[in-house]
């Protein structure tokens, strides 16, 4: 398949990317707007790859993606590009309503039209997969510790949408666009709600890459109110693997939740970290590390649960999560700690500052209006 892949500079979006490079044949065309969470060192491994391209442009250019669409001729489109930091939503919804609603909106129409002028055979293979969140489903209860085990309330594929935040509200809404033009027009759509992801590529913003570089510096581990908001954590490889296996058997029109039943309070997963960093890392300043932890005032809205029930995507895809929490947060910690130049370069801005430099392939024999860097 000649796959676009919207977002692939991101942290899941770039492992999406990897995996179709290295563990398929299918062809890639990268579309990413390259905002400040857009890191083409991230695509590195692959970006030589004949079967890969990068373009740069904002699922919110309707003539932008009219182009590409044109030029590349994809077989399926998997959209990834959002904006998905819900501190930064707090602080600023804009940003979201454009990208994950507008955005989203835009890219819904030019998808269609693109279908549209396919031919009949083309169109019955083409997909259109969106990645969405378990976060549009707002918050579950803490499990009654009285039930037995198994009984504690879930997310399923029809649980009700209650999003708290403007991130969850900005993408519960393209959820909606998704589901409405695979109804209203039939566009072959696909849909996934996914929990928590972690793993390698993953900006020093959010809690595990925070906590892991916070501590290797010796310096404070910030953690909202008393840290026992508890998330369902999937490593990002297993979650690029399951968005591969929807897109590739999914059924036109369905959603599927993807997670890796591994709750754990974000206090927990923490400690794990910092159990993890003194027996990998003993020389740190921050040694022994959880002695860094510091609880910070909590996040408003901040959900107290989110878990998942994967059965349906286990049960009808026979996709399964290949890592256990405690063997994802190791490879994750020996990525970081083997990696500090792609740290330092986030950290310090120069993977900004360089993209000028950044190789960036053109479509072949081709001489696309939008700009392949910026
Ligand atoms: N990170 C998680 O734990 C998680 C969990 C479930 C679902 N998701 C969803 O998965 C998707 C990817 O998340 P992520 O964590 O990789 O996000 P990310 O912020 O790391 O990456 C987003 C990418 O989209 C690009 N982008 C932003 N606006 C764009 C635009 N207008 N046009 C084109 N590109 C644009 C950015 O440059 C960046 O490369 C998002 O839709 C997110 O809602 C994330």
């Known amino acids: ?126 997909r259109l997969l969106h990645v969405s969140t378990d976060e549009v489903y707002g918050a579950l209860p803490m499990p009654d510790p009285e039930a037995g085990p198994g009984q504690a309330p879930l997310f399923t594929e029809a649980s009700r949408y209650q999003p708290s935040s403007p991130y969850a509200a900005s993408k519960a809404a393209a959820d909606h666009l998704v589901q409405a033009w695979h109804r209203t027009y039939g566009l072959p759509t696909l849909l996934t709600n996914c929990s928590n992801n972690y793993g390698p590529y993953q900006f020093p913003e959010k809690l595990m890459p925070l906590v892991i570089l916070n501590a290797l510096a010796g310096q404070p581990l910030p953690v909202y109110g008393d840290g026992q908001q508890v998330r369902d954590w999937l490593y990002v490889a297993d979650h690029a693997r399951a968005l591969v296996r929807v897109l590739e058997a999914g059924e036109p029109g369905a959603v599927y939740n993807i997670g890796g039943h591994n709750e754990r309070s974000n206090l927990a997963v923490v400690r794990s970290l910092c159990r993890l960093l003194d027996e990998l890392a003993p020389e740190s300043p921050g040694y022994p590390h959880a002695g860094l932890i510091t609880f910070v005032e909590d996040r408003p809205g901040h959900d107290q649960r989110y878990a998942i029930d994967a059965g349906r995507i286990e049960r009808e895809l026979g996709w399964a999560p290949a890592e256990t929490l405690d063997s994802g947060l190791e490879k994750t910690v020996r990525w970081y700690l083997d990696n500090g130049e792609w740290c330092r370069r986030v950290q310090d801005g120069a993977y900004r500052r360089e993209r000028l430099g950044a190789p960036a392939s053109a479509l072949p024999g081709q001489q696309p209006r939008t700009p392949l860097a910026e």
């Open 1 to 126: 398949m000649r796959i676009l892949v919207t977002g692939g500079a991101g942290f899941i979006g770039s492992a999406v990317v990897r995996h179709l490079i290295h563990e398929t044949s299918h062809e890639v065309l990268n579309v990413d707007r390259l905002t400040y969470a857009g890191n083409l060192e991230s695509v590195a491994p692959v970006a030589d790859s004949p079967r890969y391209r990068f373009a740069q442009a904002d699922i919110g250019d309707a003539a932008a993606v009219r182009d590409l669409l044109a030029q590349f001729r994809p077989d399926a489109v998997m959209n990834l590009a959002a904006e998905s930091h819900v501190d930064r939503s707090i602080d600023g919804a804009g940003a979201f309503v454009q990208t994950n609603i507008v955005g989203t909106y835009v890219l819904l129409e030019e998808v269609r039209r693109y279908w549209g002028g396919l031919d009949e055979a083309a169109q019955g293979r083409f």
